[in-house]
């Protein structure tokens, strides 16, 4: 039933005839209430209150895979602004971003110019940019993307995906530049031939993940609302005596509020990822199709009053 309802949800994030509806009437399946809103600006107010409660946050503007040399240009700026605003609002905010919403798919030059662009700006300003990682036929390209921008900025990380056969060697490859790592169970739709079909497998591998990433001395940002991986890092790092300093919580914005304070009332960094954009659709999709118990939280969107 499990792998049922993730296919579903998979196959209805790819409905461009299901999108354009949505765009239109967001708010009333519960968008707003995952989302940061239509703009950066809509998003500045959410996030004052999240680092007024002492959380850290890390921003993403909906949408990817774009089809034109503009578009991609357009999302650059949009990127550069974003940081900007980050820094005139004195935000404890980063930024993530999706190579293919900036050209990845069209050019290698092009995205490469984009994030030079990008990079600068974060650079001149102090933000942290996180590369999200994607399906998996761009796992490599955009590794080897983040590989040769750590080469020239510090201020950079990515993400590995535990249900990915081939994260482990992923990691090992990534460890000689000392990688500011997200580790996520991971969102899209893979075939047995490149990723575990088994839950169980997925959340062993990000154990796995967490356990090596930590223990070879490398930031590690651990985003999961499972319980069970949470409470193996904490007991992970009280084992190796490892800084808190060394590590995150990561959650969605809007999912597991409350369990957000709780980590940060005991002591741990805790990070929200809030998307913004009218692009929405498709995350919120992946995210229902991620756990079931997120379906129920859509229904009480459709029916609020």
């Known amino acids: 039933m499990e792998a049922l309802n993730k296919s579903f949800f998979l196959f209805l994030a790819s409905r461009p005839s299901l999108d354009r509806f949505a765009k239109r009437w967001g708010s009333k399946f519960g968008a707003d209430k995952i989302v940061g809103g239509e703009s950066f600006e809509h998003a500045v107010p959410l996030i004052q209150s999240l680092n007024s409660q002492g959380l850290r946050v890390t921003v993403d503007h909906l949408g990817e895979f774009v089809a034109s040399e503009a578009e991609a240009r357009e999302r650059t700026l949009e990127c550069l602004q974003t940081i900007r605003m980050i820094s005139a609002h004195d935000l404890n905010s980063q930024l993530s971003l999706k190579v293919t919403s900036l050209g990845l798919d069209i050019n290698h030059d092009l995205v490469w110019e984009?994030?030079?662009?990008?990079?600068d700006e974060a650079r001149k300003h102090d933000v942290f940019v996180t590369i999200d990682m994607e399906d998996s036929s761009r796992t490599q390209a955009t590794l080897d993307l983040y590989k040769a921008l750590k080469k020239q900025y510090s201020n950079i990380g990515t993400?590995?995906?535990s249900y990915l056969y081939r994260s482990d060697q992923d990691l090992e490859h990534l460890n000689e530049v000392k990688p500011n790592l997200r580790?996520?169970?991971?969102?899209?739709?893979?075939?047995?031939?490149?990723?575990?079909?088994?839950?169980?497998?997925v959340d062993h591998n990000l154990k796995l993940l967490i356990k090596k990433h930590l223990l070879n001395g490398n930031y590690t940002a651990i985003a999961s609302h499972d319980d069970a991986i949470i409470q193996y890092t904490k007991e992970l790092v009280r084992e190796h005596d490892i800084s808190k300093d060394q590590f995150e919580f990561q959650m969605l914005y809007g999912m597991r509020s409350e369990r957000q304070l709780e980590l940060l009332s005991e002591g741990y960094t805790v990070r929200v990822y809030m998307p913004y954009g009218n692009d929405w659709y498709g995350y919120f999709m992946r995210r229902l199709a991620e756990r079931p118990a997120n379906i129920a939280f859509a229904l009480n969107g459709l029916f609020k009053k």
């Open 114 to 119: 984009n994030m030079i662009q990008i990079m």
């Open 159 to 161: 993400v590995i995906q």
């Open 183 to 201: 580790l996520v169970k991971g969102a899209y739709k893979e075939s047995a031939d490149v990723a575990f079909p088994a839950k169980s497998d």
